[in-house]
C-alpha cells in the first residue's frame, strides 16, 4: 500500500523482487558503503530471521503485570493525625484556631437566638399576666387610663428592646455562619490543591519501579476519584458534621438549662450513640478502603480495553472481556452497595435513640411540676428536641461521611510519601555545564538491580565508550540491552560507576543526566499538543530549526503547520511517522548521546533506511548506541556489545568479531542464512575497511 493505494500485489517473492528493485534505484545515488547499508533490508524474511528480540515488549508486558503487587490497604480506625495532617495541609496553627473560635461564637449566636425568642415569650407571658391583675384590682378609671398609657409605653419600649438584641443575634449569626463557611472552605481547598500537588510532584519523581509495580489504573483513581472525593465530597460533610454536632451541643445546653435531670437520659443515649457509630464506622471505613480498592481494577480493565480494543475485535474476544469487566463491575457494586446497607442500618438505631430521647423530654414536662414550665421553656426544649432528631441523623452520617472520605485523604497521603528517585543520591545536584561534549561513556563495574531483592539484570559491567563510536547492542531476549539503557539513564539503582566524559554519573542531578542524552524508544510517544510543542516542549529553538529537522527527516511535506495538532497517542500518524517526529525531536536537542531502543523494529524498511541514513549524517559526531531488531543496521557500526545474561560477553568491531569462529556474535550472523550471513561479513568488511 501507499498513501492509502495499492500499489502492488503478488506472491511474496514476487513482492520481495519488486522491492529490492525499487529501493535499489532509490538508494544507487548513494556511496558505496551506503548503498551497501541500505541494500540489506529489502529482503522482507529478515525481520522474521534476524533474531534479538522482537518479543521484548509482550515479555515486558508480561513481566510488568506478574510484578503488580497487591494494593496497599490501610486497615482499622483511621488515625486522628490524619486530619491533623489535612488540615495542616491547608491552613496554619494560627488560622485554625480562629476558625475554630469562628464556628463556636457563630453557633454561640445562632443558639442565643433561640434563648432569646424563649425569654422574649416568657416575658410577654409574664407581662399578659400582670396586666390582667392589675386590670382588675384598680378601680378609678382616670388612674386606670394614666397607668395603661405608662404600661403601654413601658411595653412598647420593651418590645423594642426585645426586638433590637434579637436583631442583633440574627445579623451576628448570618455574619459569622457565612464567614465561617467561606473560611472553612478556602482551607479544605488548600488543603486539597496542597495534596494534589505534593502527590503530584512526588509520583513525577516516583522511581520507575513504582510504575511497574502499580498499574496506571491504580494510579488513575487516586488522582481521579480520591481527589474528587477531597475536593468535593470531604468538605461538604465536614462542614455539615461540625454545623450538626455544634446545633446538637447548643440543644443539649438549653435543655439541661432548662431541665437540668435530662443530663443522665442523655448519657446513656450518648453512649449509645456512640457504641453504633464505633460499630458502624469501622465497618464502614473497611468497606469503603474495599470498595475503593475494587474500584481500581475496573479503571484499569477499562483503560486497557480502550488501548487493544483493534486486538480484542480481530480475535473476536469481546465476550470475554465483557464478562471480565462484568465480573470486575460486580465486586465493585458488592462493595458499594454493602456499603450504602450499613448507612441504612446506622440510620435505623439513630431514628430509634432520637425518638426515645424526644418521649422522654416531652413526657417529664406532663409528670413533672417545675419553674421550667414555663410555655416559653417548653416551646423551646421540645422544639429544639425535634430538631436533634434530625441533627443526630445528619451529624453521624456525615461525621461517618467524613471519616469514609478521609480514606481518600489517607490513600492521597500514602502516594506523597512515595519514595523519590532523587533520594537514590541526595548529593546528586551537580549541573556541568556544556556536559557532554565529547560522548565517552565508562562503565566500571556496574550493576544493577531493579529492586533489592531482585538479581543484578547488569553484572560487572566493564566496558569503555569512545566520543562518537557507533555502538551495535545485540543479545536474545532478556539479555539486558534495555537494562543498560536504563543504567545510563539511572532509572534503577546502580552499584558501580557509569561515567560520561569522565564525570560520575551519580553527581550529576538526574533531571540534567537525562535532558543531555537523546533517545528514541520502540514505542514513539508523541503529546497530544502541537507539532512545534512535540518537537521543542520548552521553545528553545526557532521554528527554522524545527523545519530543518523535519526536512532532513523527510516529513516537511507531510506536515501542513508547526500548531498542526497531534491526536492522543499519536494516532493521526503512522508508526513510522511518528518514529520519525522522535527522530526529528532529538536532531533539535542535539545532544551529544543519542540512544536508539530498537527504534525501527516496527517500521517498514523504507523508513527503516531513511533513519539510518538521518542518523548517520545528523550524529556523525556524537556517540550512539542501537539496540539491534535487524543485524544489518549495526553491522557497520564501530563496535558491537553482545550482551548475555546481562554481562558483556564480546566488545568489538563486527569485522573483527566474525574473525572469533563459535564466538556469540558469529553464532547470531550464522544463524541468519548463509546468503544473509555472507551478506553481513561483507557489509561489516567494507566498514572495517572504511574506517581503517
Ligand atoms: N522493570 C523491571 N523490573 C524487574 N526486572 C526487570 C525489569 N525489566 C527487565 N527486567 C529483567 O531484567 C532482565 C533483562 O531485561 P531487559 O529488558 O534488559 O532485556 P533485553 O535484552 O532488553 O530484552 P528484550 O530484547 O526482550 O527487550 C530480564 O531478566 C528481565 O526479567
Redesign the pocket.
Known sequence: MNNGRIENIGTFDTLADVLLKSIKRQDSQEDVKKAEVKEMPTKKHERMLSI??V??SI??EF??VE?NIQEEVEKGQLSFSMYIQYYRTGASICLLVCMLLLFLIAQVFSNGCDLWVAHWTNGETANAANNTKYTVNVSSAKSNEINNIENSYDFIESQKNYIYIYTIFIAGSIILTTARSLLFYQVCMNASKGLHNKMFSNVLKAP??FF?TNPSGRILNRFSRDIGAVDEILPKATIDAITAFLVMLGILMMVFIVTPWMILPAVILGILFYFFRRVYLSSAQDIKRIEGVNRAPVFSHISATLYGMSTIRSSKAEEMVIHEFDSLQDQHTGSWFMFLACSGALGFYLDCISLAFLILVTFQFLIMETNSGMSGNIGLVVSSSMILIGMLQLGVRQTTEVSSNMTSVERVMQYTKVEKEEELNPEATEKPKNWPSAGKIAFKNTYLR??PE?PP?LKSLNIVIQPGEKIGIV??????????ISSLFRLAPIDGTIAIDDIDTSTVSLEHLRSNISIIPQEPILFSASIRYNLDPFNKVSDDVIWQALNDVELKDTIESLDQKVCEGGSNFSAGQRQLVCLARAIIRNNKILVMDEATANVDPHTDSLIQTTIRENFKDCTVLT?AHRLNTIMDCDKVLV?DS?KAVEFEAPHRLLQLPGGFFTKMVEKTGPAMEAQLRQIAKIAYKLED
Not at 543479545?475 to 543498560?484: D, M, Q, Y
Open positions: 534479538v528480540s518479543a521484548s515479555g515486558k513481566t510488568e510484578q520507575m519501579r511497574n531493579y529492586a531482585d539484570a543479545g536474545r531476549t532478556g539479555a539486558g540491552k534495555s537494562t543498560l539496540i550482551m546481562g
